[in-house]
């Protein structure tokens, strides 16, 4: 199974960008569909972001023209690029890995969870 590192997370203003990354071990990482996902104190899981292993992203809709998610299968790695970030932002974001079919937006259809990295945006 395959193994998920994240890092990059911290703290950053309102309106500042930070970049996430997701390392996977194991082999055969671009067969794997990835996705971001993040959890606030209190509030459900909600899904960020998500990569095909043919490319096609998705993204929910709070992020939608600020995050761009990306891979390099070469580095067996996922990021997360995010831009003009906002408080309500702020989050422990885990990424997953999972064989297709997956549906992107579950995160139970996914075989591989990170232990997270935490964001905080100052407002």
């Known amino acids: 199974q395959v193994q998920l590192v994240e890092s990059g997370g911290g703290l950053v203003q309102a309106g500042g960008s930070l970049r996430l990354s997701c390392a996977a071990s194991?082999?055969?990482?671009?067969?794997?569909?990835m996705g971001w996902f993040r959890q606030a104190p209190g509030r459900e899981r909600e899904f960020v972001s998500a990569i095909r292993r043919d490319g096609d992203t998705y993204y929910g809709d709070s992020v939608k023209g600020r995050f761009t998610i990306s891979r390099d299968n070469a580095k067996t790695t996922v990021y997360l690029q995010m831009n003009s970030l906002k408080a309500e932002d702020t989050a422990v974001y885990y990424c997953a890995a999972g064989y297709a079919p997956v549906v992107v937006t579950n995160v139970n259809s996914y075989v591989s969870r990170g232990q997270g990295t935490q964001v905080t945006v100052s407002s």
């Open positions: 194991g082999r055969s990482f671009s067969t794997y569909a």
